[in-house]
């Protein structure tokens, strides 16, 4: 079975800090891939970032960036110097290859609030 | 239009009502997908279609019915819903079923049951 963990169920923090979403996965596949989703007030999940697991170079775009490691079956997500705009809920999902094909596993997500 | 639309954005019906939720995708793919998300609950797959045809039906009540005319187009057909079934329901699609393939999601539909 696959299941995708994040602990941090609300998040508050104030405009231009620095701040980091946990996710942890499990699964038996070897061939898998992890997600992150911004989900606004607004309802609709945006697409942020796709990495497979054979891909553990972390990686950054503009103020977000995402450190995937293996050994701790982790992928984290920093966004640095946050403002309010990013106020959403975060959602961290996995699909493997061997057992779910596009299936998406996802955590329960994550508030995070940026105050002004 | 672009991405994925949803429509409506609100929708409000009685117990004893029918109606339907339209998705419709603008990106060529040939997947797509139902998801019910509750208030404190994550998301809930309901539906996948795959060239028109359902592949997967998550032990969803009767009274919800897909349909997928083509592959740009899904509905959900709603009757004789109950309280329970109020939510934000999100469609999504993708291009194939493998693992891996991006899902891009529509605005979702808001639905309330009274």
């Known amino acids: 079975a696959q299941k995708v963990t994040q602990a941090q169920t609300e998040i508050s923090v104030v405009e231009k800090e620095d701040v980091t979403l946990d996710c942890v996965y499990e699964?038996?596949?070897?061939?898998?891939?992890l997600f992150w989703y911004k989900q606004p007030p607004s309802g609709e999940l945006v697409f942020l970032i796709r990495r497979n697991s054979f891909d553990e170079q972390n990686e950054i775009s503009g103020r977000y960036s995402w450190n995937f490691q293996k050994s701790t079956s982790s992928f984290n997500f920093t966004i640095t110097a946050s403002q309010v705009v990013d106020s959403a809920v975060y959602f961290c999902a996995l699909s493997g290859k061997e057992t779910s094909g596009s299936r998406l596993t996802f955590g329960e997500g994550t508030q995070l609030t940026v105050n002004p | 239009e672009t991405g994925v639309t949803q429509t409506p954005r609100h929708l409000v019906m009685g117990m004893t009502n029918k109606k339907s939720l339209k998705c419709e995708q603008h990106l060529g793919h040939n997947a797509m997908y139902w998801y019910k998300q509750s208030a404190k609950k994550p998301l809930e797959l309901m539906f996948v279609y795959s060239l028109e045809e359902r592949v997967e039906n998550n032990s969803v009540p009767s009274r919800f019915s897909p349909e997928c005319p083509n592959s740009s187009h899904l509905f959900l057909h709603l009757h004789t819903l109950q309280p329970e079934d109020s939510a934000l329901y999100l469609c999504a699609s993708s291009q194939g079923r493998l693992a891996g393939g991006t899902q891009y999601f529509g605005p979702g539909t808001r639905l309330t049951v009274l």
């Open positions: 699964t038996r596949d070897t061939t898998y891939y």
